[in-house]
């Protein structure tokens, strides 16, 4: 079913916003200051029906190990059953980041939120009225919040030369018609378009595996928006794709229910979750200065 209506061309806003300093890690965990004027103001955005947030975070930063306390037991036992070591820390530190954004969004403290997962493995909130969603490759995520379901896929672009069977298994036979038409040296810039926004859509059901990327067919309303038919029987909703600008190298899609989404991008900095003006920041600083005007006093007086 078409959305009614001429689809509009999204909305993209940019901003280097952070997450507001609180203080400390262990402040963080628990207490929130809910008076951040940027923070309120992400709120306010947020619920406006057709709004989107995505956060870009650099998840090589090591800082983000430094709130890695807020991470639940069951997402400790789940980054130690990665095989390497780089896959165990950037999912701690994708998921550390995904809570300190998800506790700006509601009353919960970052380390109290509960997810409840799906069928197949999709993280929802507990009460269900912010949907959101986590994808990284490389050195790069994206956190994608929204009051709808959403799904948001990130890769990272390899210009080697494309698989033809990799090819067979993503595209409809429409899609495989124009793929082959294009020179091979163009190929890979489709594939990755293709291939981003079909996981995108796969990841707003929830679905996972189960959904075959050949059966998906992407009809463009735009240089930007692109609608899912689905050829599976179960599928009874519109879906469309946005190709999202995201950092070089990188190919990425977020899916929603509705077209003509406002897209606001933000990046989150784990430096600044760290406010060196806290209360217990300042008492050392008087601690130092004290010592320091004691120091140069005995100095002055000899």
């Known amino acids: 079913m078409r959305d009614q209506g001429a689809p509009r061309e999204p909305y993209f806003k940019k901003s280097h916003a952070c997450a507001v300093a609180v203080g400390s890690v262990q402040r963080m965990r628990s207490r929130h200051d809910k008076s951040d004027t940027g923070l309120n103001r992400y709120l306010r955005e947020i619920g406006q029906i057709r709004d989107l947030h995505l956060w870009q975070i650099d998840v090589a930063d090591a800082g983000w190990d430094r709130v890695s306390d807020v991470l639940s037991l069951d997402e400790w036992e789940t980054a130690d059953r990665f095989r390497t070591h780089k896959l165990r820390l950037y999912y701690r530190r994708c998921r550390s980041a995904l809570r300190v954004l ?77 793929f082959l038409r294009l020179p091979p040296n163009e190929r890979y810039a489709l594939f990755y378009q293709l291939w981003t926004k079909k996981e995108a859509y796969r990841k707003a059901l929830g679905v996972g595996l189960q959904r075959s990327l050949c059966a998906l067919r992407l009809e463009d309303l735009s240089p930007t928006v692109s609608q899912v038919y689905d050829e599976h029987p179960a599928n009874d909703s ?46 050392t600083c008087l601690i130092l200065l004290s010592g320091l005007f004691a120091l140069t006093s005995g100095l002055s007086s000899q």
């Open 102 to 178: 998800l506790s700006r969004y509601s009353p919960q403290n970052a380390a109290d939120i509960q997810f409840h997962y799906g069928e197949f493995g999709k993280p929802d909130m507990a009460d269900r009225k912010l949907h959101f969603n986590l994808s990284h490759s490389e050195n790069l995520g994206l956190v994608a919040i929204s009051l709808h379901p959403v799904g948001i896929d990130l890769e990272f672009v390899n210009p080697l030369r494309i698989d033809m069977g990799l090819v067979n298994i993503l595209c409809h036979p429409v899609e495989k018609t124009s």
């Open 238 to 283: 519109s879906f469309f794709v946005y190709n999202i600008p995201s950092v070089f190298g990188y190919a990425a899609s977020v899916c929603l229910p509705h077209s003509g989404a406002r897209i606001s991008l933000f990046k989150i900095e784990p430096r600044k979750l760290m406010n060196p003006w806290s209360k217990a920041s300042l008492f």
